[in-house]
């Protein structure tokens, strides 16, 4: 144990040196959005702020602001300091996940320090400014507590990864398998949007307008017209497309289609759900639903950086070269946004062809569905079932 704690205390201030690095970077979303939004709750009494309309984030995400605006401290730091304690929350849940699998061994540490020094995860909250660490340790530990039995806290933290991104669906496709297999009762469901609700209370009660509030997330879905938002996905090949809604509409019924049927098929094989094949199914879900719904961004894909590491601990034989394959394609699709001057908006030119890095993220995909239906196929009881007698069950 003192080995280990010596370890991780050094790999979280190596962690933390490295991104510092990137502090003093000041992105275009910061400059246009973040910045702005800080400066507005500093200008309008702290608090007293969220009773207006001055940001497209949830709530949940302006009360972090607003605490930061009573500190003394600068709000480039701040804000990004508020993503990086997250990095570390979301490696804490890789960790825990990979522990489930190799419990008490090095394995999972060595799963949680891939992850914090994932160059999109440093990037993303140190350089960009960016939450997706926020949302996505909350739904990373939703999935670790779903598989350690304990499905009103899974359902909570799945609440809370929901009210601070609409992103957190991604995950939605597993906690719905787990709810129709029996894994997850019906009424521990309902505490999602309950928790989502409940952070909402505080900026209701400021007098916040409860119907903006509570559409926030289908404003945002309005907000871009594009096919895609340079996310390495299937609408890369369509860029110059026309019929731009039509293509929109076809693509969310696709995804809808392809994530049902998936279930379907699962539960009609009765297939026995153990915590790699669980594992295995999150993977592909962080992957296919960005990589066919329209309008993504590039850092939509933080939950499959992190989860493909995760399954690829599970099986490293046939998984290694996954979180390669989807490092590589998120990775360069950032570069074009952060190689800019960090004005308002400004792109550098791609370093790799968006087209190549989609079929990167697309040859990621295949692996991953390929590996993980020949898992589901396989008769032999290699792994035990997840059964509510053994929670560390593999």
């Known amino acids: 144990m003192p080995k280990k704690l010596g370890a991780l205390v050094l790999l979280v201030l190596a962690a933390v040196t490295v991104r510092t690095l990137f502090f003093d970077y000041r992105s275009g979303d910061y400059n246009a959005f973040l910045l702005r939004w800080y400066e507005f709750i500093e200008q309008n009494g702290g608090w007293r702020a969220l009773r207006h309309e001055f940001a497209n984030y949830n709530a949940p995400y302006l009360y972090l602001l607003v605490v930061l605006s009573y500190l003394p401290v600068p709000p480039l ?28 061994r090095w394995w999972p540490v060595l799963a949680g320090a891939v992850v914090v020094f994932l160059p999109t995860v440093v990037l993303n909250s140190s350089m960009w400014a960016q939450a997706d660490s926020i949302y996505s340790a909350f739904a990373v530990g939703g999935l670790y507590f779903a598989l350690r039995h304990r499905p009103y806290l ?11 991104k609409l992103q957190a669906v991604f995950l939605f496709p597993v906690l719905l398998l787990l709810v129709l297999a029996k894994h997850v009762p019906w009424r521990a469901l309902p505490l999602v949007p309950a928790v989502y609700l409940v952070l909402d209370v505080p900026a209701l009660l400021i007098g916040a307008d409860p119907v903006a509030l509570l559409t926030i997330y289908a404003t945002q879905t309005e907000t871009y017209g594009q096919l895609t938002l340079n996310a390495p996905n299937a ?21 809808g289609a392809l994530v049902l049927g998936g279930i379907v098929a699962l ?128």
Not at 78 to 91: E, N, P, Q, R, T
Request: hydrophobic share 55%; with cysteine; charged share 10%.
């Open 235 to 255: 609408y890369q090949f369509l860029t110059g497309a026309g019929g731009t809604e039509v293509l929109k509409a076809v693509g969310v019924a696709v995804t």
């Open 77 to 104: 730091i701040g804000i990004k300091l508020i993503s990086v304690v997250f990095d570390f929350v979301v490696a804490y849940f890789a960790y825990r996940l990979v522990d489930l699998r190799y419990p008490g």
């Open 154 to 164: 899974a359902c909570a933290f799945f609440g809370l990864a929901l009210a601070f």
């Open 267 to 394: 539960l009609a094989r009765a297939t026995e759900l153990t915590t790699t094949r669980i594992v295995l199914l999150a993977a592909v879900s962080a992957l296919l639903v960005p990589y066919f719904l329209p309008a993504m961004h590039e850092r939509y894909f933080y939950l499959a950086d992190v989860l493909t590491v995760v399954a690829a601990f599970y099986l490293p034989r046939a998984l290694w070269p996954l979180p390669v394959l989807t490092q590589f394609a998120s990775l360069f699709s950032y570069l074009p946004y952060l190689a800019a001057d960090g004005g308002f908006g400004g792109t550098a030119p791609a370093i790799v062809d968006f087209r190549v890095l989609a079929m990167v993220m697309l040859a990621g995909l295949v692996l991953a569905v390929w590996v993980t239906v020949e898992n589901l196929s396989d008769p032999r009881p290699s792994l035990p079932g997840w059964t509510r007698s053994s929670p560390t069950s593999r």
